[in-house]
């Protein structure tokens, strides 16, 4: 059985039950049973209210030991004051899953919390999973199953599609489901998980990945809570080749305060969850229009894996704008092969064969140039996904003359993305998107779509990376290890640093400099002394001999008088690193997805600029060096403007040594900083200049 | 009379000849007459075709000297080789306008272009304006007046309003114009350029801003070919406080090389263009919605100067994604004052009172709860802008009582913007807007806008800049100058170079650097080596006067090897300048706006990030430090993470004095290149280390 089967008689029960049932149907203990009602429910509707007989036409029972059977869920409408009784009720019953509407718990106040904490304790003794408290519940119009309060169905029941909606709040839930549901955009089944006292967003997601009735899952989030079943959620929906839109905020330090005040989340590191996303290829949409377009376009299931866009248009116009937004988001728009462009232009002569391809408004003296045109693009061209840019024409009297003679291209080469811009009303949008096509009023949307999906294909298809590499066990020392040791740690995962030698007389010093060769950093040695640079106690730039005896006498000095009692072990002498590129590796223990790696460019970039890429720990080379790629700052690593090519591979073994040893390391470990590491010429390494490691 | 009158006859007529009007209502000859017999045009209708006596219920004349009265404009729709002699007819005859239809001209090739020019010549000498050709014309609803061809009204008619549209592409401008419609935005007034063979978009932008019948103009340009009219347009905008919303395309390669080949036009440079946008507070939309967005908001003529964003909802869940979009806007969403607060949690014990302001569920109970909770907002709170979330509440069956509830707030404080996040039928959508509120369906959206207008009302109450330094007359040598001569140049204008003198012999290179203080710099001299350094003619950190004695036969000795017939002129020696910010400024010609300054941080951040600003010149200090201050670097030269504050009132100094500089140098100037400029730390100025000048 899977991990997310045991949400099944919660998501898609037989039997309900419903704690504080109303015969007003527009209470929240009314909605429930009137929506069911009205939908229909195939199964069994139990009211429980001890002071009703009947309910909306339903017999009511006064109490869950009363019920005929036990129900798979049961809605939970109760005060917050009934609410810890009623879940011990549904416990000893053996009910399987509760959808909590009942709020006053960990969104209000720390005592709300335990009382929270003490329900889902009851609950899990027994096996009973609790979605909320605090929820706006679940939906599936499919099922007709309608376990939520939610007033959107006042104006209209949903569009039953293949998109399903996991969501933290009930208020964005709904107003996403309504959206698409205003669009004609089939998204019938939403989960609202509310507080997360048991029943996490991460899950609902797997369980989603593993509904066979959902396609594309579209997922609104504040904060990530659990990380054990996110992961296995995004693991279940990409083998299932189903695209995760996801719309995640809390990212500003504004929307982190919002969010804890909203739904008790933990907001957590927005760029962790961002590296967690990117991992598995899910999409951050910027805004719910674009998850809708996105999720939508995703559910024609043509994900191309080398995506490229050919645009059809009768009309000119939109070619440049369509252009300047795929080349931003770097879908390729190759030009149409010679010999097809000729082709077109001895049809008609003052065509734009190249693509966009502008079959101008010839078009109206024959209608066939539309099949002809198009048909060359798709076979000539190859193009994976095809935009047929046609505005207000598809609202004028020759559209259904043009659209005949599209879907003819359509149904002949069925592979391909075919997507339309155009303006229209419901019923013709309707129509088209019955043929098929994805229709997007607007241009930039459509594109920006389009390239989505190449994203989902590439993503797709990845092979798993190469596998993080072996290192040896790690033990941490009992406090924090001085730089020296640090840098002896992580020398036992292969992490090199700059040569360098411990030495306590200068003689030892001058033969370490003469060893190095010149010029050598020095630094004062002394596990009293933390920022040797604010006293003074590190010399670059040390040339030779001489100066190496005048820099030790003078660092011992320094020490001495910025700090008359620390124990001084001696000057630690190391080569000096010129012509590397100076950057940033580190570790940092997420509070929900442990070791995360960090890498980026050193200096301004990293303090200026916050240039640096994410990812869970432990991780392969090719990982390592896709993250180092990845950064703004690349070209400098990679030889931009005559600059030296630095060791790329050196810097990427370092940064997935790192990630093992972070695991390796376990629990004890809160961070390590390397910082500078310097990444030297091709061929010639990459060393940690400096290295600290913190305990948890 | 102002600049832009002259296009009254063309844009706003009284009596309108079309040349080969067409008795067929599809034919683009016969478009224009229909649809202004179905809207009932106020003046006079003259069909010219030389075949018919009438035309759609029209008296027709055989020839433009046939008709009755000289009209205001004329349509040409006649085949290309028909053309120019209607032209010559119609300059003859004293029309003061022509929207010219016909195709064939620059778009299509060099002759086509020629021929465009010759038109266009017997128009100016007439003083006869085209608009066009392969134009798709003008409209004007609220005349009546269609002097196009679109088919888009096929399909309704524009809805009036306040938002005139200016396009150089004919099927985006009425994309742009139809989304309006469908969306009920008022935008009935549009003006398509074409070919801009004469009458630009820049002209057209002017128009509007002079027109009383338009408050908000909306601008899509594939690139700008005439800067003068452009730049009063601009100004005569501003001046009537009527923001410009503008979607710029071209912004790619890609997208330039589309622009060419569709019409015709030079796409410019992209940041140049940005530059102007950004010197004039016109809003740069990304697509069309945010365009239609922000232009229709902006009718309420509700501009903050300084803007800051209050927010009310009755079901929370947006708030985090809300406060996301502000932080990353920049918008400010202050918290309630505390006794705010509290009165509000007096009222409402669970509500949100920070902001997002949430009255719970509540309100169900008393919906006056909605009056005070955004009373508070408007007066405790004092925000400039209020935005209530509402999502599908709007729908419901309470909605009509909250909306009266807000409403008493709106009327009582007028001078706020009010906007609504709803998702509502169109008809709720234009009662509310009826009422005054803005309607966006989208939270993110709906602050994107609000935003905006913060940025337009910004931009009204910006106070004329400081004027630009007076510089003295520039004289360009006759050929590029030397590096010395540059700096000289320069020099006259008050730029400062690093200390350095021209020494031919060692010992003035020793007394040269003993008087400039070590480490000093050495390059070698000489007219014929123009890229010292790949020949090692440059030292650097020249320690001592025995450093410059052997540095100063080791550069002779180079330059001899390297160029053995190349003039020696010595070696110049300069202050070599430590701790200082390297940055570069620059000057270069921009074929439609002039000279334009560019300011950035040096290396990387120049070559890597591209992380540079642009400005026309001439301006003064503060537009200066006001460039200095918006690169994503700045942090660096303002004191970031502990580093020394650069000297920005020297650096602000000298790129004013550059830009005034590039003026005064006139046409011959090509460009500038200070590259590096050392910015010293605050007091000790800026100094350019480097100067490369080209002619034109």
């Known amino acids: 059985m899977s991990r997310f089967a045991g949400l099944t008689p919660l998501l898609a029960p037989r039997s309900i039950a419903v704690l504080g049932a109303s015969s007003d149907a527009t209470r929240i203990g009314g909605r429930p049973i009137a929506y069911m009602r009205a939908q229909g429910f195939k199964g069994a509707l139990y009211p429980v209210n001890p002071n009703r007989s009947e309910i909306q036409g339903l017999k009511a029972y006064a109490s869950v030991a009363d019920l005929p059977e036990t129900p798979d869920v049961a809605i939970v409408a109760v005060p917050a004051d009934l609410a810890a009784p009623a879940i011990e009720d549904l416990a000893k019953r053996g009910v399987k899953g509760v959808v909590m509407f009942t709020a006053g ?16 304790a009851v609950a899990r003794a027994a096996g009973m999973r609790i979605l909320g408290p605090n929820c706006l519940g679940v939906f599936d119009a499919r099922r007709s199953y309608y376990a939520t309060f939610s007033s959107s169905f006042d104006s209209g029941w949903p569009v039953l599609g293949r998109i399903g909606i996991a969501s933290q709040s009930g208020a964005y839930g709904t107003h996403l489901y309504t959206l698409a549901r205003n669009r004609g955009i089939g998204a019938s089944l ?10 996490t967003v991460g899950e609902c997601i797997g369980w989603l990945a593993e509904n066979d009735e959902v396609d594309v899952i579209a997922v609104y989030a504040e ?5 054990p079943g996110l992961i296995a959620a995004l693991e279940a929906a990409r083998a299932a080749k189903k695209p995760i839109v996801m719309q995640k905020v809390g990212r500003s330090e504004l929307g982190e305060k919002a969010a804890k005040s909203h739904t008790a989340s933990i907001a957590g590191d927005d760029a962790v969850t961002e590296a967690v996303m990117r991992e598995f290829g899910v999409y951050r949409a910027r805004n719910s229009e674009e998850m809708l377009d996105i999720a939508h376009t995703a559910t024609r299931k043509i994900y191309p894996v080398s995506n490229s866009l050919g645009v059809i248009t009768v009309s000119g116009g939109a070619g440049v704008l369509i252009s300047d937004v795929a080349e931003s988001l770097g879908l390729a728009m190759p030009e149409m092969p ?4 000729k082709k077109l232009r001895d049809l008609v002569p003052f065509c734009a064969p190249r693509n966009p391809v502008d079959a101008t408004a010839q078009v109206s003296n024959d209608v066939t140039l539309v099949k002809t045109f198009t048909e060359s693009m798709v076979r000539d061209g190859g193009y994976a996904s095809v935009l047929g840019f046609f505005s207000m024409t598809a609202s004028s009297r020759r559209w259904p003359a043009i659209r005949e003679q599209l879907n003819v291209v359509k149904t002949e080469n069925p592979d391909r993305l075919y997507v339309l811009s155009v303006i229209v009303q419901p019923d013709r949008r309707d129509e088209l998107e019955a043929d098929g ?28 990376g190469a596998p993080a590499p072996v290192v040896p066990a790690v033990t941490l020392p009992a406090s924090a290890p001085s730089e020296a040791e640090a840098k002896q740690l992580l020398a036992t995962a292969g992490i090199a640093s700059a040569p360098e030698a411990a030495c306590s007389t200068v003689d030892d010093a001058v033969r370490a400099a003469e060893r190095f060769g010149f010029p050598v950093v020095m630094k004062i040695l002394s596990p009293d002394i933390l920022h ?7 010399l670059l730039d040390v040339a030779d001999a001489g100066a190496v005896r005048s820099g030790f006498a003078l660092l011992l000095e320094r020490a001495k008088a910025a700090a008359p009692s620390a124990r001084i072990d001696g000057v630690l002498v190391a080569r000096q690193l010129k012509g590397g590129v100076e950057c940033i590796l580190g570790i940092h223990r997420d509070p929900v997805f442990g070791p995360m790696a960090m890498f ?34 690349a070209p400098l690593l990679l030889g931009a403007r005559g600059r030296q090519k630095a060791d790329i591979a050196a810097l990427a073994d370092m940064l997935s040594r790192l990630s093992a040893f972070a695991v390796a390391a376990g629990d004890g470990l809160a961070s390590v900083d390397l910082n500078p590491v310097f990444a030297m010429p091709e061929g010639e390494g990459a060393f940690a200049v400096d290295a600290v490691i913190e305990l948890g």
């Open 600 to 633: 980026g460019l050193g200096g301004i970039f990293v303090e200026v600029l916050k240039d640096v890429v994410f990812h869970r720990c432990p991780f392969g080379t090719d990982t390592a060096e896709a993250m180092i790629r990845s950064i703004k700052g």
């Open 223 to 227: 904060g990530i809570r659990e990380a």
């Open 190 to 199: 939403c989960v609202m998980t509310g507080n997360e006292g048991d029943v």
């Open 437 to 464: 096509w994805v229709v997007h009023e607007d241009p930039t949307r459509a594109v920006t779509a389009i390239d989505a999906m190449g994203r989902f294909g590439a993503g797709f298809a990845a092979r798993p």
């Open 338 to 341: 010679l010999d097809a462009q």
């Open 105 to 120: 718990f960990a969104e209000m106040d720390e005592a709300g919390a335990v009382k929270q904490d003490a329900m889902v």
């Open 532 to 538: 040797k640079s604010e006293i003074g106690g590190v």
